[in-house]
């Protein structure tokens, strides 16, 4: 989905950013709580989202070549573990996973499940 130069982000950049601002409000909120510890917070973060954008990236070449594909649901369960910011970036840049209507729909369930049970878990401690 190319936009016309110049035009307006799409509607999703929008979404994925505020989603983004939350998830990392929420994050800092848990580490200034005392809830997480920030070190094994911010390295779980950081981890999770390079390997999904890593696994984005081997199942888009493994695509192009014709090769054995990654599964959609490790993809989804990924981006579940915290991962979804790296796969919106990587459907993004790497043009993979981007125009399949289903696959994008459970992907934004994943993104709110994850950023719901962040905030659960911080209301309930």
């Not at 200034?32 to 199942?59: C, E, H, I, K």
């Not at 594909?69 to 490790?74: D, F, G, K, L, M």
């Not at 934004?108 to 911080?122: E, G, K, P, Q, S």
């Amino acid at each position: 989905m190319r936009r016309p130069h110049g035009g307006s982000p799409p509607a999703s950049a929008y979404g994925a950013l505020l989603l983004t601002t939350g998830w990392a409000g929420l994050l800092g909120w848990g580490i200034w709580m005392r809830q997480w510890p920030p070190g094994w917070t911010l390295s779980a973060a950081v981890l999770v989202n390079l390997l999904t954008f890593w696994a984005y990236a081997a199942d888009k070449n493994a695509a192009i070549q014709g090769r054995w594909r990654t599964p959609e649901s490790h993809l989804h369960l990924l981006s579940l573990a915290g991962g979804w910011p790296a796969a919106w970036w990587a459907q993004r840049t790497l043009r993979h996973k981007s125009s399949k209507r289903t696959f994008r729909w459970v992907y934004w369930l994943t993104a709110l499940l994850h950023c719901a049970a962040l905030a659960a878990w911080l209301a309930l401690a």
